[in-house]
């Protein structure tokens, strides 16, 4: 039994966050399947990569541009053929967990993350178009972006809630996924098969709190808020999804939206390279890694039940941070504008890519 497996009678799903052609078409998620993940994604960075420094994706690309495609519905036929593979793919997993894992996941345009009727208009429409009842449409954690995922919920859709780094963003993602069956119970639909994933990210926060620990010359309390917010936002789960409000939606058939570590490679070398894996890992709860780091885990991981440990002295060391001058608010919020930023950029970076390439193989 691999440490995946041992990690998933904890209660957890490891999801695999990467995806690229060539390693779909020689078998490889196959294997990492036998290994123990039980699911992937996938986000406009991994594609950037994938599509533009690669030529594997050459020959669809030569043929769509003599069709005189443009470079964006180009990029989504590529796109969408992974997914299709990665779904297809999966879809054993999915039928044998009831739908519980199995999954993957597709965002939608990241020039669409302050904009509502756009984001939930692009989630319905890239739902049709994968058509795979294992598809997670990715969503950003934004102003814009909250309600979109409660619409998106209410229309039947799996949503991948992604770029939350604060707890008041997880409160607000948990309210809209409630909002969402809510609605979907009170137009006379089906919950029990709609399935959400909330992503908090990890290693980020670490990454901008330390720093911010350094200017201060306080360095003695980093490498603890990462971690101490992904279990505080553990805790709310755990109260939000035994509340009174849940009873009604959990006899409907409902599941509860699992809490996703994302972010989870280490940044910072001086850290153990599984460290945003072992501290993690409990019931209801997903971690989407990438390459690297799984092999890691593999290697070394551990697997014991982690995320409720500490979790009073996670509230002190967090009051202690602020105590120093460290403003959690104002660095989440900086994440998640950057994190909006650094997906727009890989998108803009990506069509380009793929604007150069069709202009010349045509």
């Keep these: 039994m691999s440490t995946l497996h041992a990690i998933a009678e904890q209660g957890q799903s490891v999801w695999l966050d990467f995806i690229r052609r060539s390693f ?9 399947i036998e290994k123990g993940i039980r699911g992937v994604t996938s986000n406009p960075s991994i594609f950037q ?15 769509l541009a003599a069709k005189h495609r443009d470079p964006v519905t180009i990029y989504e036929a590529l796109a969408i053929a992974d997914i299709q593979r990665a779904a297809d793919t999966l879809r054993s997993l999915y039928d044998d967990s ?28 890239l739902h049709a178009a994968v058509d795979r009842p294992n598809l997670m449409i990715k969503i950003p ?7 979109a995922i409660t619409q998106t919920l209410a229309a039947g859709i799996n949503v991948n809630v992604t770029l ?29 098969r709609i399935a959400s994933v909330a992503s908090f990210f990890v290693s980020r926060v670490d ?20 971690v101490d917010n992904a279990r505080l936002a553990y805790a ?22 699992r809490p996703l570590w994302a972010s989870t490679g280490t940044k910072n070398p001086a850290y153990a390279d599984t460290v945003y894996v072992d501290s993690l890992i409990g019931p209801d709860t997903v971690n989407t890694v990438p390459p690297a ?24 060391r967090m009051k202690v941070l602020a105590d120093v001058g460290v403003d959690m608010e104002a660095i989440t919020a900086r994440l998640l504008d950057d994190g909006v930023a650094a997906f727009a950029k890989a998108f803009d970076d990506l069509i380009k890519s793929v604007a150069e390439k069709a202009e010349r193989l045509r």
Excluded: M
Aim: hydrophobic share 40%.
């Design 24 to 32: 779909l078409a020689e078998g490889k998620l196959d294997a990492w």
């Design 236 to 257: 709310r789960f755990l109260d939000i999804f035994a509340g009174d409000r849940w009873s009604p939606l959990h006899r409907a058939g409902a599941r509860v939206q």
């Design 49 to 63: 990569k994938a599509i533009a420094e690669h030529d594997e994706y050459d020959d669809q690309i030569r043929q």
């Design 164 to 192: 939350i780094f604060s707890l008041q963003q997880y409160e607000q993602t948990a309210e809209a996924y409630l909002k969402g069956l809510e609605a979907r119970v009170a137009s006379g639909g089906d919950i029990s």
């Design 141 to 147: 954690a934004t102003e814009a972006g909250i309600p």
């Design 98 to 125: 009831n739908g519980l894992d199995g999954y993957v996941s597709l965002e939608v345009s990241p020039t669409l993350a302050h904009d509502t009727e756009g984001t939930v208009a692009d989630a319905k429409r």
């Design 293 to 316: 780091t799984l092999d890691a885990v593999l290697g070394h991981g551990k697997s014991a039940a982690s995320v409720c440990y500490d979790l009073k002295n996670a509230h002190a």
């Design 207 to 226: 990454t901008a709190v330390d720093d911010v620990l350094e200017h201060l010359n306080r360095k003695e309390f980093q490498g603890h808020a990462a």
